[in-house]
């Protein structure tokens, strides 16, 4: 399968590693304006000289010949690219969320069913061991029916601070809202699970940490220079690892992928440079963040089923904890397994999910990521779209929700999940 990348981030970047090493896709033409990453990944992918473009509008504009086109472009950069793939009639692989408000999603949604575009949603949760052997479990009766569900998404202290303090996700007015940046995820798996429609939301919700009221005393704008740096977890010299320039101190491997966010393909002397001179070594009490750093979300569907999805800084960095109520029994998801505990007769019976080890540089979220894109190659090169389970039908739904737990959070109102454009 030929393969367009538009947009050679750290996702863009990975689905294209992962498209690749599934031996039946090669990258034909990339997209990428950082010149760095653009030569880089063309270079490891073998992608030929002229199907490199420093953007995407003259990428598409090249007429390449292709059978699928992954767009992973900035969150607010989605619709324009995915108007002319749809033109050119190229099968979409599009990165979460599809629009970062109410009226870009029903553009895109009007947009798709206007002209067919087969469309496939990065919802890559869906595509992972553990929730395939979750449905298996459901499906088979294990706690009846689902009455409630509790779901953690343990953001991490430090991935919080490298994302949504420092990073592009900061902002609202400059990215999304933090829920729809990092948890449009997980109320999307949460629908899947459930198998009912969202039907209305409240939320809670707000920015207390990180503010300039909350340093300790003595810290200074930049932590390469800061005196409180030695006693603060949020220390981007402890973070990335670079110690000083004249010392030894190694990058933990847990984060290297972020360093290189940092400072790409670059060395000690040149990342503690970047942490002197950039955004990701700024205090974290000091920067232009707004994004809440935790928030609550409760959901009630169609069918009566509830769910409440937290989602917050504070924890350390981790595989997301679920515990689903049924009437028969009980499940629990945590560190690699899912325990069902019997009501009738008081066992439990624990189940060790498969682990799944990233074969490629960017490759996240327990292995969702490659079945994800093993599943959209896979339809492209057979036309068996079955094994495709997060189309842009449902993704908008997800994404609805989203928008209706912002307003609820804002409003302090209970919202009910609506449509972004009448039914055709």
């Excluded at 998404?153 to 900061?170: C, D, T």
């Excluded at 963040?289 to 960095?317: C, S």
């Amino acid at each position: 399968m030929r393969l367009l990348i538009a947009g050679a981030g750290a996702r863009g970047s990975a689905y294209a590693r992962l498209a690749a090493a599934t031996g039946r896709a090669v990258v034909v033409g990339l997209a990428e304006p950082r010149r760095p990453l653009r030569e880089g990944l063309a270079a490891e992918l073998g992608v030929p000289a002229d199907g490199t473009f420093e953007d995407w509008q003259a990428m598409l504009a090249a007429g390449l010949p292709a059978d699928g086109i992954i767009i992973a472009t900035p969150d607010r950069e989605h619709l324009a690219p995915f108007a002319a793939a749809a033109a050119h009639g190229y099968p979409i692989l599009l990165e979460k969320p599809v629009a970062v408000d109410p009226a870009g999603c029903g553009e895109l949604e009007r947009l798709a069913r206007r002209s067919g575009a087969s469309a496939v949603v990065c919802h890559v949760l869906r595509y992972t061991r553990l929730t395939e052997l979750l449905r298996q479990l459901l499906s088979g009766g294990a706690v009846g029916r689902i009455i409630s569900v509790q779901h953690l998404e343990p953001v991490g202290f430090w991935h919080f601070a490298h994302s949504y303090v420092r990073g592009n996700w900061r902002r609202e007015d400059q990215s999304s809202p933090f829920l729809l940046a990092k948890c449009t995820h997980d109320v999307d798996w949460l629908s899947f699970i459930i198998g009912s429609r969202p039907a209305r939301v409240s939320s809670f919700g707000r920015l207390t940490h990180f503010r300039p009221g909350e340093a300790p005393e003595g810290a200074s704008g930049r932590c390469t220079d800061c005196p409180a740096e030695p006693g603060c977890p949020y220390s981007a010299v402890r973070i990335y690892g670079p110690g000083r320039p004249e010392g030894n101190t190694e990058t933990d491997p847990a984060r290297a992928y972020f360093a290189d966010v940092v400072d790409p393909g670059g060395n000690r002397e040149s990342l503690w440079h970047a942490l002197a001179t950039g955004p990701y070594g700024r205090c974290v009490y000091s920067s232009d963040n707004d994004v809440v750093d935790h928030q609550v979300v409760n959901i009630e569907y169609e069918d009566g089923t509830t769910a409440a999805l937290t989602a917050t800084a504070f924890t350390a960095a981790g595989p997301r904890r679920t515990r689903i109520f049924g009437s028969h029994g009980e499940i629990s998801i945590e560190a690699g397994t899912i325990s069902v505990y019997d009501f009738l007769t008081g066992t439990t019976t624990v189940h060790e999910v498969p682990t799944t080890e990233p074969s490629v540089k960017g490759e996240k979220h327990e292995g969702g990521d490659r079945g994800l894109v093993e599943a959209w190659v896979a339809a492209l090169g057979t036309g068996d779209w079955s094994g495709i389970v997060s189309g842009l039908e449902e993704s908008l739904v997800s994404h609805a929700v989203v928008f209706a737990a912002e307003e609820a959070r804002r409003s302090g109102a209970v919202v009910p999940v609506r449509p972004f454009s009448p039914p055709a």
